[in-house]
């Protein structure tokens, strides 16, 4: 009697050749269980991640691809690694399912309320506006310039308001900032138009290009590092330039005279650097080189462009000055020590950075003196920006022993001015 299958033909099967093959049964049956229990978590993963991103709206989900690199490493216990984690690989592609492609404009952000960079809310609504972050909706806020500088204590706000025109105000606003008040449902995650920082400046005064104007605008200026979605899903970086005149004119296209073009160049260069940072060739790495190097660089980019716009407003300040000084017919020289003289203590100020003595006369006119009572020049001033330097306290008002003193040689005959 065959006893492969039976013991001493009891009819009892055999144990030692029935187990394998259960065995080799259950093995099986126990790779499809968990393939299939990995499918399911894997679904529940991807959906938990959509919900945590968008809330319960589902219309913008559709069918995606999700390739996950992993990498098991055999051992007593085999474990499995990942880079990016895997947590990171089915956000990134949940994110990148639910993002629309080609919604990018220049010179309009992306109204997350009303999913179109068409509607009003994505221009700024005056010259002097800047973008300011969406609110919980997802609807773009403007604030003037000046409110967001005041917001983040710049310590140059007043030299906005100076009568020169050649001031530059420039500040670096985090994506943080910009987006802690908007809900996930209206995009916060979404990389439909996803802001990856922002430069506020201004003012700069432009007359909108063929036509005839009373006088110059002042327009501000927002600079957005932006990431968004090429039609093949692919990333997409650009440097977003927001600034137009009350007709809906782009203020970028009025930067004509020297000071304005050395201003155009610096947007442009950034433009290109930042634009050239996204690959092309494969997606999955350039949602990962994005996400891991891009930010950082981008960064570097904005803020640098802070220390250059500023530098030129310091730079041509100083021009501005010391033209203004030279003018030698319009310089009320022949009034400084009969100003001196006649000026009350209040009027009288000692400049911080210039170790001068400071005068100030009658219709704003401005004399300077060393300590020993000398005149050094004359010119004149607007009210705000006599203001302002006393505000800032680079003017301060000389007391003591200091102003006795002064007061003492500004009225002696050799100090007298000689033109």
């Not at 126990?30 to 990995?38: F, N, S």
């Not at 809330?55 to 069918?63: K, L, M, T």
């Not at 990431?227 to 137009?244: A, F, I, K, M, T």
């Amino acid at each position: 009697m065959n006893t492969d299958s039976k013991v001493q033909g009891t009819g009892v099967p055999n144990k030692k050749k029935d187990t394998g093959r259960n065995l080799r049964r259950r093995k099986g049956l126990g790779l499809a269980a968990r393939v299939i229990g990995i499918e399911r978590n894997l679904a529940s993963a991807a959906w938990h991640t959509h919900r945590e991103m968008f809330g319960s709206r589902e219309d913008n989900a559709r069918a995606f691809s999700l390739e996950l690199r992993v990498v098991i490493e055999p051992g007593r216990i085999w474990r499995l690694t990942a880079d990016p984690p895997v947590e990171q690989q089915i956000r990134t592609a949940v994110q990148d399912m639910a993002s629309h492609a080609e919604v990018y404009r220049s010179g309009r952000v992306y109204c997350y309320r009303c999913e179109s960079t068409e509607c009003p809310h994505s221009v700024a609504p005056w010259p002097t506006s800047v973008f300011g972050g969406y609110s919980s909706t997802g609807l773009p806020q403007w604030p003037d310039l000046g409110k967001v500088l005041l917001d983040l204590h710049h310590p140059d706000v007043d030299l906005l308001y100076q009568p020169y025109r050649r001031h530059v105000v420039a500040a670096y606003v985090d994506p943080e900032t910009l987006k802690h008040r908007q809900l996930n449902v209206f995009g916060r995650q979404s990389k439909t138009y996803d802001i990856l920082g922002q430069v506020v400046f201004g003012f700069l005064y432009l007359t909108p290009p063929g036509r005839d104007s009373k006088g110059p605008e002042r327009v501000a200026f927002t600079l957005q590092a932006v990431e968004s979605r090429h039609l093949d899903g692919s990333p997409r970086l650009e440097l977003n330039v927001l600034g137009q005149f009350p007709d809906g004119s782009s203020a970028l296209d009025a930067l004509t005279d020297s000071y304005q073009l050395r201003i155009l160049h610096i947007v442009a260069d950034a433009r290109r650097r930042i634009g050239h940072m996204a690959p092309r060739d494969n997606r999955t790495d350039v949602s990962a080189s994005i996400r891991s190097h891009v930010p950082v660089s981008v960064v570097e980019i904005l803020k640098g462009m802070v220390r250059s716009l500023e530098r030129i407003g310091r730079q041509t300040e100083r021009r501005t000055m010391h033209a203004e000084e030279r003018r030698v017919d319009k310089r009320p020289t022949t009034k400084a020590c009969e100003d001196a003289v006649a000026a009350s203590d209040d009027n009288i100020l000692w400049d911080d950075r210039q170790n001068t003595v400071v005068v100030l006369g009658p219709r704003n006119r401005i004399h300077i003196f060393s300590p020993q009572g000398r005149h050094v020049t004359s010119l004149t001033l607007g009210t705000e920006a006599i203001r302002g330097r006393i505000k800032r306290g680079r003017w301060q008002h000389l007391t003591g022993e200091m102003l006795v003193r002064f007061r003492a040689h500004s009225g002696s005959s050799s100090n007298l001015p000689t033109g």
